[in-house]
């Protein structure tokens, strides 16, 4: 029970194969008080029984509009006088933006991308930190295109570099308030998201064949190492992305 005593949110529940639900999950497990978040309407009839079943509160979040941004963290604090860890799981690209070459992207189409996918981290950390009374942990969710070139992940893996120097800024500037701030950086996981990827499965069998362990990561083991970061046994971790990838990314020639 290493979150027994805390409050925590989880931003970008889909449906039951979310990252998302699998890090709502371990921290209720861990013994934490959790709130979430999805995106709009058209998501509820997934999204309800599954926090119903959590015992958590759900409110919608919209992270491309600051008023949505506004108005989800009002509801947080009227329900809760402080946070103790929010865990940011979400990311968005334009299927276009998910295939064929990456000297395609557009304008539009990368700006979006690079809005919801990174920037989002930093206009939530704003928010959250002010309720972060005794210090916290804000953890995001990045994967291995953010450094080396995987095949159609494209604008994504650029976003998810942004993401990844975000992380360490964010550490900088909120260490004195006792805020960590770190991401996770999965293998490939059979989601909503992950299926808008062309080629995804491939994808997943290249993983499993080169990775150490032979295997691809559960969201589970994604959702354990969720609630290790935001519990107080990772006190001394910050500014890092950690690879939770069955140690896919050591792999060489
Ligand atoms: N599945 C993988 O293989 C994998 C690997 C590494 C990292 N990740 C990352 O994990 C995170 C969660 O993705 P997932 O794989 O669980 O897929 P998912 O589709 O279940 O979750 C993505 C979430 O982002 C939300 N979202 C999209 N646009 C939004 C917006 N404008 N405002 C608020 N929410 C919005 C979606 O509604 C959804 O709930 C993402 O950051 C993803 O890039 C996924």
């Keep these: 029970m290493i979150l027994k005593g805390k ?7 889909a449906n039951a194969h979310s990252i998302a639900y699998a890090c709502a999950n371990s921290a209720t497990e861990m013994g934490a008080e959790i709130l979430v978040s999805y995106l709009d309407e058209r998501f509820l ?19 491309s509009k600051d008023e949505s941004i506004d108005s989800f963290f009002n509801n947080v604090s009227k329900i809760w006088d402080k946070v103790d860890f929010i865990v940011h799981a979400i990311a968005f690209a334009k299927s276009e933006d998910l295939e064929g070459r990456f000297v395609d992207t557009s304008r539009a189409g990368f700006s979006l991308a690079l809005d919801i996918s990174s920037y989002s981290l930093v206009a939530v950390s704003k928010r959250v930190a002010s309720l972060m009374k005794d210090g916290g942990s804000i953890i995001t ?15 994504m893996g650029v976003a998810k570099a942004s993401l990844e120097a ?5 550490a900088s500037d909120l260490g004195n308030q006792n805020i960590r701030v770190n991401a996770i950086s999965a293998g490939p996981i059979n ?39 935001a519990s107080d046994l990772s006190s001394g971790i910050t500014g890092e992305t950690i690879y939770v990838d069955c140690g896919f990314n050591i792999m060489g020639a």
């Design 166 to 170: 975000s992380v360490r800024y964010l």
């Design 141 to 155: 969710l990045s994967y291995y295109g953010a450094e080396k070139v995987v095949s159609s992940y494209n604008v």
């Design 191 to 229: 989601t909503l998201s992950a299926r808008g990827i062309s080629g995804f499965t491939k994808i997943l069998h290249h993983f499993q064949s080169k990775a150490p362990l032979k295997r691809n990561v559960l969201a589970s083991e994604i959702g354990n190492t969720a609630a290790f970061l």
């Design 7 to 13: 409050k925590g949110i989880i931003l970008g529940l």
């Design 45 to 63: 009839k997934w999204v309800k029984p599954l926090c119903e079943k959590l015992n958590a509160k759900y409110f919608p979040l919209d992270v």
